[in-house]
T-cell receptor, first 113, second 114 residues
Framework: GDSVTQMEGPVTLSEEAFLTINCTYTATGYPSLFWYVQYPGEGLQLLLKATKADDKGSNKGFEATYRKETTSFHLEKGSVQVSDSAVYFCAFARMDSSYKLIFGSGTRLLVRP | DAGVIQSPRHEVTEMGQEVTLRCKPISGHDYLFWYRQTMMRGLELLIYFNNNVPIDDSGMPEDRFSAKMPNASFSTLKIQPSEPRDSAVYFC????????????FGSGTRLTVV
């Protein structure tokens, strides 16, 4: 069935380190892919998205590329800041009549000064 | 737009009481979703609506949970009677595929049942 697999956290990094959070998905067809971020005490916010193969989504220094051949959508950032500490969720949506987002379990990122 | 608005932000109630959570979606969004988030289970989709009609309620845990969407600008999630295991953060989200996909989430209601 449809599912999203994310690397387990917490991921702990020092400020200015390089970040990768792995995400792979299992879905039929060609879904749209998303990364959401949840800061403490808040709801989920859309961070970036990609709607077709080889698309690169980017926002606030974060990037992720839609890799159809490996069914992956890994999140990267070249230099993390303390303010990036949050939980990151990978998700996909089949753009059919169901239009449900399938979420991964989330990866907590802790960035130390 | 003010975004998705949920109320209340926090709710503390005694076991057995009725709880009603409220959500105002973004104007023009034709999909509305209710999620529950806990440490143990993560993010769970409870129910979603399209054009005010419930499409999939398979995530609603028990008959104690019910949700309505009487019009395009308002939805409620009701728990009656509430139990301590219902304690969680409940999120509402809305979306419109015609606007590029992705959901907009509210800030959530933190429910504590004692």
């Amino acid at each position: 069935g449809d599912s999203v697999t994310q690397m387990e956290g917490p991921v702990t990094l020092s400020e200015e380190a390089f970040l990768t959070i792995n995400c792979t998905y299992t879905a039929t067809g060609y879904p749209s892919l998303f990364w959401y971020v949840q800061y403490p005490g808040e709801g989920l916010q859309l961070l970036l998205k990609a709607t077709k193969a080889d698309d690169k989504g980017s926002n606030k220094g974060f990037e992720a590329t839609y890799r159809k051949e490996t069914t992956s959508f890994h999140l990267e950032k070249g230099s993390v800041q303390v303010s990036d500490s949050a939980v990151y969720f990978c998700a996909f949506a089949r753009m059919d009549s169901s239009y449900k987002l399938i979420f991964g379990s989330g990866t907590r990122l802790l960035v130390r000064p | 737009d003010a975004g998705v608005i949920q109320s209340p932000r926090h709710e503390v109630t005694e076991m057995g009481q009725e709880v009603t959570l409220r959500c105002k979606p973004i104007s023009g969004h034709d999909y509305l979703f209710w999620y529950r988030q806990t440490m143990m289970r993560g993010l769970e989709l409870l129910i979603y609506f399209n054009n005010n009609v419930p499409i999939d309620d398979s995530g609603m845990p028990e008959d104690r949970f019910s949700a309505k969407m009487p019009n395009a600008s308002f939805s409620t999630l009701k728990i009656q009677p509430s139990e301590p295991r219902d304690s969680a953060v409940y999120f509402c989200a809305s979306s419109s595929p015609q606007q590029g996909g992705g959901y907009t989430f509210g800030s959530g209601t933190r429910l504590t049942v004692v």
